[in-house]
């Protein structure tokens, strides 16, 4: 196993690579012409010193409580929904294989072509940004609760079942627990399509957010402020996506450590 603190250090060591790179691309010769690239890339330090500025006049809060709310939003209803459906479709077969065409036509749909339809139906307001981020979270957790059911080991349930266990005991103590790695699994990656939901949604049309923000940066050419909404918004994921991980190890406590 690889100690905690050694890879922060490589993890931090990487992140501190790129920036100087970045920093020395933007302000000298060795990599071209500084001012074409500071044009289309910006500098790193600015771009610091635009986050710090947002965070310091308080413009930035509002615009990140409206993509907190919309992303959460997306990802609780989109989470529930699929964990709900995914269960029962997994437990109901014929159900399962009637809807399966209608459920991959759904999937393949481009969610882009779906945000102008929400703006249309549910207005600008965030209703149409979390109906978009639900879209983009459902597909992802109900595909793998849906194949974490049916994984379930045939001889478990078969020792579950001569152990007199009825359908909640078995809901509870087998096939939970079975779809449970498959569904965190699942909530990791829908973090970020959550968020990416809520900005696409802010960008295509939206008064308020980070996808409002990006958009109002590059529409002036500011690729300083496009660049310093994406930090900003990587740095929000990566959060949510630490607090998610702190509930699947508090849930999956029992599970084994895998070999080094």
């Known amino acids: 196993m690889i100690d905690k603190r050694i890879l922060l250090l490589l993890q931090l060591s990487v992140a501190l690579i790129v920036l100087v790179i970045w920093h020395i691309a933007s302000t000298t010769t060795l990599f071209g012409d500084p001012r074409t690239i500071s044009f289309f890339f910006a500098e790193p330090i600015a771009v610091g010193k635009r986050i710090v500025d947002w965070f310091i006049d308080g413009s930035i809060w509002y615009h990140l409580g409206i993509t907190l709310t919309e992303a959460t939003l997306a990802f609780i209803i989109g989470s529930m929904g699929g964990v709900i ?4 479709f997994a437990r109901k077969p014929l159900l399962a294989a009637v809807f399966d065409p209608y459920v991959k036509a759904a999937n393949a749909l481009p969610r882009v072509v779906l945000a102008p339809i929400f703006a249309l139906w549910l207005g600008l307001g965030i209703w149409s940004k979390v109906a978009l981020g639900v879209t983009l979270v459902f597909f992802i957790v109900f ?38 790695s498959w569904m965190f699994s699942s909530l990791h990656t829908s973090v970020g399509f959550a968020v990416v939901g809520a900005v696409v949604g802010e960008y295509l049309g939206s008064a308020a957010g980070l996808g409002y923000l990006i958009h109002e940066a590059e529409s002036v050419f500011d690729v300083t402020g496009v660049f310093a909404g994406m930090f900003v918004l990587t740095f929000f994921v990566l959060v949510v996506d630490w607090l998610v991980s702190l509930v699947e190890k508090r849930l999956l406590v029992w599970r084994p450590i895998p070999a080094g």
């Open 143 to 180: 595909f793998n609760v849906y194949q974490g059911v049916k994984e379930v080991s045939p001889t478990v349930l078969s020792n579950a079942r001569m152990l007199g266990m009825n359908g909640r005991q078995l809901l509870r103590h087998v096939y939970l627990p079975s779809a449970m």
């Open 85 to 88: 459906i995914g269960f029962w």
